[in-house]
T-cell receptor, first 114, second 115 residues
Framework: AQSVSQHNHHVILSEAASLELGCNYS??????LFWYVQYPGQHLQLLLK??????LVKGIKGFEAEFIKSKFSFNLRKPSVQWSDTAEYFC????????????FGPGTSLSVIP | DAGVIQSPRHEVTEMGQEVTLRCKPI?????LFWYRQTMMRGLELLIY????????DSGMPEDRFSAKMPNASFSTLKIQPSEPRDSAVYFC?????????????FGQGTRLTVV
């Protein structure tokens, strides 16, 4: 079965703390991987993506993620969070055929305390 | 490009009424997705189209829900009759089917409240 799991439902951090959000997927075949962010009251926006090549990908606002194929993981990291990073974060996977759909994880709510 | 455009942004309707949500995908994109987001169930894929053809509608909750894509630049999601439990934010997203390495782009969503 195709699925995405995220390790934490809700994370609370103080400003300047380091962040790591876990994501694991189950999918037969090669995949594209994504992290989306949803700020309060807004739509989902792409944070970063992995298609191929270097498994360490860098996105906007200082975020990065590492694809570990052997662990079926794509964890999101940021060395120092800011209050403005408070949002919902979604990991997603999509197969590499034209007809594959995007499968989202349940999301992780991040609250950053000033 | 203006991105994925959804209308209306907000909809309040009475139980039993018909509701129609609209989506205009990004020009040139030929995959279109309808998602529903609630606190309880998170982000759910309802249906998606490739080249205007529905590929997978297994996420559509029941027969009260229907979706159409009459052409490459327009899709509708209809709920008839609507019920309070349909209250949610409905997102439309599009992507390019011809490019396998591409992400989905989301619209601003329609916040539906059924009273």
């Amino acid at each position: 079965a195709q699925s995405v799991s995220q390790h934490n439902h809700h994370v609370i951090l103080s400003e300047a703390a380091s962040l790591e959000l876990g994501c694991n997927y189950s999918y037969g075949g090669t995949v594209n991987l994504f992290w989306y962010v949803q700020y309060p009251g807004q739509h989902l926006q792409l944070l970063l993506k992995y298609f191929s090549g270097d498994p360490l990908v860098k996105g906007i606002k200082g975020f990065e993620a590492e694809f570990i194929k052997s662990k079926f993981s794509f964890n999101l990291r940021k060395p120092s969070v800011q209050w403005s990073d408070t949002a919902e974060y979604f990991c997603a996977v999509k197969g590499k055929t034209s007809y594959d759909k995007v499968i989202f994880g349940p999301g992780t709510s991040l609250s950053v305390i000033p | 490009d203006a991105g994925v455009i959804q209308s209306p942004r907000h909809e309040v309707t009475e139980m039993g009424q018909e509701v129609t949500l609209r989506c205009k995908p990004i020009s040139g994109h030929n995959s279109l997705f309808w998602y529903r987001q609630t606190m309880m169930r998170g982000l759910e894929l309802l249906i998606y189209f490739n080249n205007n053809v529905p590929i997978d509608d297994s996420g559509m909750p029941e027969d009260r829900f229907s979706a159409k894509m009459p052409n490459a630049s327009f899709s509708t999601l209809k709920i008839q009759p609507s019920e309070p439990r349909d209250s949610a934010v409905y997102f439309c997203a599009s992507s390019s089917m011809t490019a396998i390495n591409t992400e989905a782009f989301f619209g601003q969503g329609t916040r539906l409240t059924v009273v």
